[in-house]
């Protein structure tokens, strides 16, 4: 029996542990109704997730943050749920939008995927919204990359208000390295380069006798389009249009994934699942990870290290806070992404050097809601570094303003806050995914064409001249219908 994902849920805990039978149970089309239930007097409506649902709780912390931080105390945040696939949740929230419905008041969009909602009208533009005092703390305080995912990209407007960055990081057996005789005192904030990494990563499972060295997430799914092939070929100084400069705009954008830098990292990823053995190998590089990560998602790549069978694992921080829940805190370490080249050698300005994968979730208003009013002191009460640091506290989401990590104890606030430097040093070289209006389309081509080279069934200049085809068939087909 499918679940009915409107009712609440009554699981504290971290509910991504379950978010791939989740995912799987419902589709976009049995939310959309649940978009359009009414709502007890007095409550702005919110569509979200299932941990977001868990913390407005109105006689939880939260609520009560907010209301500290001037939300008036009639106004409560009721929350409707969602899958917790993010283009499952992305489609019913385009649904209950185009349908023009006026609930829910606020959305929980994946920064992944606001601009093209910001392109189709479908978001309220915040500068007419918020206080200038809020305004300002945004524009000057926010992190950066994630602002720019709230922003319309042409007219530069603030369409969407950042609640919590994510980033992709490096976690590892801290006890095994140091148990094969290495001081891991710097490791967490002096990156590697890969090719140490790799050897570091074989050491230690030979002599710690675990099975693997490396899980990731290599399936032909979203997450390695956006994500990991993303941070991977940035590490290595390469991009699919160029630099950084015109990631939100499509149309006309120079496609470089058949330049060398992108090249290498598949060649580097491919010998990491197959060694030396593969005829496009990178010399110096060891075989550390199994096969299998072509199949993998989170939870996937998750479980081996969760049951300590993997020596360095790549994840986003709620996998730190699930190893804290099951007791492997102490063992678990968190280092910055390795690098493939030096940001001196990269091709492209910002690219090369560490980089960490960017997502997390914005609020945005809906412009059929008929509780803006009430919804818009929601979100200035969500701006306040007090309300930040609350949903730290209860759901370990990184606050928008990374650098409040500075001042936080562990012991009062959660695990996540452990690795606070190296979170900020992933936050300062956090690369969004080049998000448009066409994205779900080049994403597919960009997933598909990657996992093929990840798995050998084409070369990395087969597979990589095949997507250039793609992209830039794509690309011009928006040149031409902004001509028309």
């Avoid at 589709?27 to 941990?51: N, P, S």
């Avoid at 730190?320 to 050698?345: F, K």
């Avoid at 081509?445 to 597979?463: C, F, L, M, W």
Wanted: net charge negative; with cysteine; charged share 25%.
């Amino acid at each position: 029996m499918v679940p009915d994902r409107c009712e609440r849920t009554t699981s504290l805990g971290v509910s991504r542990r379950s978010f791939v039978a989740a995912a799987s149970a419902v589709g976009a089309g049995g939310i959309a109704g649940c978009l359009g239930r009414g709502a007890e007097e007095g409550a702005v409506v919110a569509y979200g997730d299932t941990d977001f649902q868990d913390i407005m709780d109105p006689e939880g912390e939260l609520h009560q943050a907010l209301w500290d931080a001037g939300l008036d105390e009639d106004i409560t945040v009721s929350v409707r749920t969602g899958p917790d696939e993010t283009e499952q949740r992305r489609s019913a929230a385009q649904s209950a939008l185009q349908a023009e419905r006026s609930q829910p008041d606020l959305f929980m969009m994946d920064s992944g995927w606001t601009i093209p909602f910001i392109l189709r009208e479908q978001t309220v533009n915040l500068e007419d919204r918020l206080s200038n005092e809020t305004l300002g703390l945004i524009e000057n305080e926010y992190l950066e990359a994630a602002v720019e995912t709230a922003r319309h990209p042409e007219t530069g407007e603030l369409h969407a208000l950042p609640l919590f960055p994510d980033f992709g990081t490096m976690q590892y057996r801290e006890d095994l390295a140091e148990d094969a005789g290495y001081d891991t005192e710097d490791w967490g904030t002096e990156p590697m380069s890969w090719q140490e990494f790799s050897e570091v990563a074989a050491d230690v499972r030979a002599d710690s006798g675990v099975d693997f060295g490396f899980t990731t997430q290599a399936a032909a799914y979203e997450g390695l389009a956006c994500c990991t092939f993303n941070e991977v070929i940035s590490t290595w100084g390469g991009a699919y249009f160029g630099g950084l400069d015109e990631l939100f705009e499509a149309g006309g954008r120079e496609v470089t994934v058949d330049e060398e830098p992108v090249l290498d990292a598949i060649r580097m990823m491919r010998t990491f699942v197959r060694g030396q053995d593969d005829e496009h190998a990178l010399e110096g590089y060891e075989q550390i990870a199994p096969t299998a990560i072509v199949q993998y998602t989170e939870e996937d790549a998750r479980g081996p290290f969760a049951g300590g069978n993997v020596v360095m694992h790549r994840n986003w921080p709620y996998s730190i806070a699930i190893a804290h829940d099951d007791g492997m805190g102490d063992q678990v370490g968190m280092m910055p992404m390795p690098y493939g080249v030096e940001e001196d050698e990269a091709a492209y300005d910002g690219l090369g050097g560490t980089a960490a994968a960017l997502g997390g979730w914005h609020l945005t208003l809906n412009p059929a809601s008929e509780n803006q009013e009430e919804a818009t002191q929601v979100l200035e009460a969500f701006a306040t570094e007090e309300v930040m640091l609350t949903v730290f506290e209860v759901q370990g989401w990184i606050p928008p303003i990374v650098e409040l990590l500075e001042d936080v104890d562990p012991e009062e606030i959660g695990p996540v806050a452990e690795y606070a430097e190296t979170i900020e040093i992933a936050g300062e070289n956090a690369v969004p995914r080049p998000v448009t209006d066409i994205w779900p389309e080049q994403s597919a081509h960009i997933y598909q064409e990657v996992n093929a080279a990840y798995r050998g069934v084409k070369s990395p200049e087969e597979a990589m001249a095949d997507l250039a085809d793609r992209l830039e068939a794509s690309e011009a087909d928006v040149g031409e219908q902004d001509v028309q």
